[in-house]
């Protein structure tokens, strides 16, 4: 399979064809895609999905990609590597972005083939796109800011069409006050103490024991478990695309020190997260 390897740590293309000439491929960064107009199919990791016109696509490093088109189709293509989500110039905003893109690539490998539910985004995003394109065709500058808190909104609006439950729960919720409480677990999962079934109970207004046995009811898994899945996920993630150091990931979801945050990678992967992201790299 070929593989893309872009040094730059943000390019930018807007560009109408008749014809995709590119074979599937695989890149060393993330890409947003977006389609203004056209229509064709995306074959994805092995899927294939019909897209239109105002469909966003987003591609973590280890996915594969092409697409064909039945009529003229124009995109817009954001790519970027991790340098990038370290910020430009004077603007840092590492652990932001890395929070970001962990929601954003988590959703995406469940959910390839649409990311946008939310009634009206597509039309914004269409509009952002199209002026990020602007400006980048005017600077051709990855340091520009302007084109940085352009790409922030476009992630921002992605993300609050996908704030909801990871896809290995039911996919219709029991009711609201479930929904409220992934929320926040979501929201905090980087705060260990907020995380602590005690706090939540209290911020709820539930009892400690009706908390537990609600939160398995309506999932059909332990609230420990949920929370100990998705921080795994958000793991593995950082493990796969991020530059920070296995110290540094540990630190940052709220692990106490490295004995336990080993300990804890190793009872769900079999392995330490040195040697995970030693394998994940070496099958890129």
Not at 44 to 71: A, R, V
Request: hydrophobic fraction near 35%.
């Amino acid at each position: 399979m070929k593989r893309y390897i872009q040094h730059e740590y943000l390019k930018i293309s807007h560009f109408e064809v008749t014809e995709w000439e590119h074979p599937v491929h695989n890149h060393n960064h993330f890409e947003i895609i977006f389609v203004h107009s056209g229509e064709g199919q995306h074959q994805l990791n092995n899927n294939t999905y019909n897209f239109g016109p105002q469909q966003l696509f987003l591609l973590g490093p280890s996915d594969f990609h092409s697409f064909t088109l039945k009529s003229p189709t124009r995109f817009t293509f954001l790519k970027f590597n991790n340098i990038y989500l370290q910020g430009v110039g004077d603007i840092h905003l590492q652990s932001k972005w890395n929070q970001a893109m962990d929601d954003l690539v988590l959703h995406a490998s469940q959910h390839p083939g649409q990311l946008l539910s939310c009634q009206g985004d597509a039309s914004l995003l269409d509009q952002l796109m199209r002026l990020i394109a602007q400006e980048w065709q005017a600077s051709k500058n990855a340091a520009n800011e302007t084109i940085f808190f352009l790409i922030q909104a476009v992630i921002s609006v992605v993300r609050r069409n996908i704030a909801h439950p990871l896809p290995y729960l039911p996919e219709q919720l029991p009711d609201d006050k479930i929904t409220q409480l992934l929320h926040y677990i979501h929201q905090h999962i980087y705060t260990a103490d907020k995380l602590q079934i005690e706090h939540l109970a209290t911020r709820f207004g539930y009892s400690k024991n009706y908390l537990g046995v609600y939160f398995r009811e309506q999932l059909k898994v332990t609230l420990r478990d949920y929370v100990s899945r998705y921080k795994l996920s958000l793991i593995e993630n950082r493990l796969r695309h991020s530059t920070l150091s296995i110290k540094e990931i540990c630190y940052e979801m709220g692990f106490t020190d490295l004995s336990h945050f080993n300990k804890f990678f190793h009872k769900h992967k079999g392995m330490g997260p040195k040697e995970f992201r030693a394998q994940s790299h070496a099958t890129a």
